[in-house]
DNA sequence: TTGTAGGCGTTATCAT
DNA sequence: ATGATAACGCCTACAA
């Protein structure tokens, strides 16, 4: 007795296939595919459709992922590449693409990369060996060999947060150009006139373009073109940041301000400044880039640019699914730049005098 | 001819399957098979296993993981269940789960629930329906009825981060009672006495061990025990610190020290402390619990308990694999406390005498 | 409108 | 040691 119970608990506890549906309502297995599936179903009578739909959901019918994968070739999985989900700037935007995702009945498998690109080019076989619908890769360097040849085979492939250099690659990204621009605004009505940069790598879109953006604007502006203002930076993250800001304060140049390409360097700049003995912003303004969390609590409260990671997450997702689903995808590569915001809080000032010197006239207003 | 050649492309463009290698190398299909998978390659002569393994790589053949999964009904994947992977405690954690798993070829899927029950249940029919082949939840509440569910129907199942009663389910946690007590003999040490609480949400195992653990350890070391020293957040989050400070402020309770469930609550706990004018530390000394990033940079720089996000994540994975791979899974349920570790910093400091003059002023009311 | 049948790429159970 | 063959569950021409 306890044994036939056993036996008969195992048999249910395989899950049901079409084939159990179909028995159960007294119709063919093909039947019900149709009927379960939207677009086919206006080939089947509405009242069977119904029965069986019914059914289905009685006997707690769930397709069957890999069958579909095996028939159809598509996993409804898209990959989604990123150097490292412990860097704060990316969880916004792998949730905006889970989100996205979901809606659309379609899951992401994360990777990391930690910025090397050998180790996203295993991802990304790790990931077609998957046989994932799409990639998402916010890793990206402006020239990915990787990502280019996975491209090149057909899957649908959109970056976000970075771009690359090949316009034939959709990117969702921020407006860089606007974020430095804003920011240089700032310091110079704040009386800023030489004003120090730590640019990030230039091996990223988002080094480049922030880099670029703060030449064009600094001589737009009219200030200083000082070489020994600007100090590149190997990666995105506080010891850079300190790294940097001591090569600044070596090279014995005079600056009030100093823009850093993103939160992190800044935060490892404040520390450095500080060691120095120099107040921030008393004596030096610093500004980041991205907002990331609890920039906003530091001490000073981090002057930075809010850039959408969120929304761009769930753009990147939506564009992806948008060439997945009509894979046709002809129409050209979709490029989409994100608006960004000033956000001022403690870490800027006015100029102090000192510097100001050479170039008295200034004060004349 | 270039009709030709898109169409040869085309046809080359399909991945090669097993039958593609058998034809190379001249032998059966199931040859190949059984070639290739590391357990049943003893069946084959060395030398034409040689030559399979050579056609193999040499047509870049990778199996077709669908085809795998139907057959032996095993997908190679988890899934891994959080609150919210915007919460900066988490990201450690999946990073930890992923690298364990990518050791082992198996790869996560992340989903958020924000800490919703009904989400949960919903994100684990849909990772039933992807037929993962286990299930890791750092977002389990103390009772959760679907994880406990799909446990029951025989998927492995390890909790990460925070447990439930059931001690069925296999967990990795971490030291919560160690950690308490250590940050109160801390504040002892420091002079402190009347230590006041932010208890974490009780139907959450970290909350409810870090509580209890509050109140054992401060009757242990003779603290007084005044229930208007303790008040219960709803949540993990910063809004909640700063309104149960309020409430504690609001109290009238003489407090120098203020324990608090987490990081989060601590941050708001400081914001709310600082604008009711009470300084931290000088006034009032600080904790939190689980050492998130940049609680280091903060001013004042957060004295909390460090635990291994990241460990626990590896541990976790490990755990869920092993009762995967042989499912026969009879042996107990594997429950492992991880060791945390007391970092002070400048968020608590000793006590000031002050408190008990206020307190007697206030008895003559 | 519905049923039939073939096949997606594997693994496993037979034979040989 | 290897080959033949039957599923796994689903979709989709094609036939009726």
Redesign the pocket.
Known sequence: MPRKDLSRKHTSR???????V?DAV????????????P??R????A???DKILKASARLN????????T????RTRIVGLIIPDITNPVFPPIIRGVEDALAAHGYMAIVVNTDGALPREASAIDMLCGRGVDGVIAASVERDDPALLRVAGEGTPVVTVNRRMDDPAIASIVNDEDGGIRAVLDHLVALGHRRIANIAGPQKLSTGKARLDAFLRHRDALGLPADAGLIVMSDAFNEGEGERCTEALLAGNTDFTALVCSNDRLAVGAIAALRRHGRAVPADISVTGFNDMPLVDRLEPALTTIRVQQYTAGRMAAEALLARVEQSGAGDPPQHEVLPVELVVRASTAPARGRGRKARKEQAGQ
């Open positions: 395989k899950r049901p296939t079409l084939k159990d179909a007294g119709v063919h297995i093909s039947t019900v595919s149709r009927a379960l599936n677009k086919t206006h080939h089947i009578t009242e069977i459709s019918y769930r397709q069957n992922a890999a069958a579909y095996l028939r159809t070739n």
